[in-house]
């Protein structure tokens, strides 16, 4: 069955530091992948994408994420966390052949002055 | 950027009574509109995939009859949740997608919050 897992349900992490979202998939064929952010009374944001070619992403607001087959895996990474990220991250798979989206249970991002 | 739009943004009904909620692309014309449901802490699950011009597709486990889905424009899709009752309170969030293609991006709505009373 078509299934990705974010392991962990909320991160607290200090301004400034280093980022690392987890986020494994269990698709049958080549997935799409994506992470989205939201953001209270906002729409979910695409954040960056994954389809083929370079395994490492690169995305909005200084967001990159790698895709390593091997492991199913498509982490979210940011070398330098602003307040502002504070929100809820979610990674998606999408079966190539329907655009669909499947989600993650999504990631809390807490934000330390 | 591409914008979607929901409307309401919350609402709150009786039980057994209908509710619809609107979903507009603002910029762009949408071939294909998705619907998702968000419980509070959990993950979007898509209830129905909807094309202009066309019946909706659901997602098993999904009553079409419970949730009527028109998408009568390039536009507009809409959501209508018929006789709801208290376990259908939830925030209903609307995605649309461009093109055809299979990878362009989809752009979300800021969702609905329905609670019945």
């Known amino acids: 069955a078509q299934s990705v897992t974010q392991p962990d349900i909320h991160i607290t992490v200090s301004e400034g530091a280093s980022l690392e979202l987890r986020c494994n998939y269990s698709?049958?064929?080549?997935?799409?992948l994506f992470w989205y952010v939201q953001s209270p009374g906002q729409g979910l944001q695409l954040l960056l994408k994954?389809?083929?070619?370079?395994?490492l992403v690169q995305g909005i607001k200084g967001f990159e994420a790698e895709f390593k087959r091997s492991q199913s895996s498509f982490n979210l990474r940011k070398p330098s966390v602003h307040w502002s990220d504070a929100a809820e991250y979610f990674c998606?798979?999408?079966?190539?052949?329907?655009?669909?989206?499947?989600f993650g249970q999504g990631t809390t991002l807490q934000v330390k002055p | 950027g591409a914008v979607v739009s929901q409307h309401p943004s919350w609402v709150i009904c009786k039980s057994g009574t209908s509710v619809k909620i609107e979903c507009r692309s603002l910029?762009?014309?949408?071939?294909?509109m998705f619907w998702y449901r968000q419980f509070p802490k959990q993950s979007l699950m898509l209830m129905a995939t909807?094309?202009?011009?066309?019946?909706?597709?659901?997602e098993q486990g999904v009553e079409k009859d419970k949730f009527l889905i028109n998408h009568a424009s390039l536009t507009l899709s809409t959501l209508t949740v018929t006789s709801a009752h208290p376990e259908d309170s939830s925030f209903y969030i609307c995605?649309?997608?461009?093109?055809?293609?299979?990878?362009?991006?989809?752009?979300f709505g800021p969702g609905t919050r329905l609670t019945v009373l």
């Open positions: 995605s649309a997608r461009p093109g055809l293609a299979l990878t362009d991006t989809q752009y």
């Open positions: 698709y049958g064929a080549t997935p799409y």
């Open positions: 994954y389809f083929s070619g370079d395994t």
């Open positions: 998606a798979v999408g079966p190539s052949n329907t655009g669909k989206l499947i």
């Open positions: 910029d762009f014309q949408a071939t294909t």
């Open positions: 909807s094309n202009e011009g066309s019946k909706a597709t659901y």
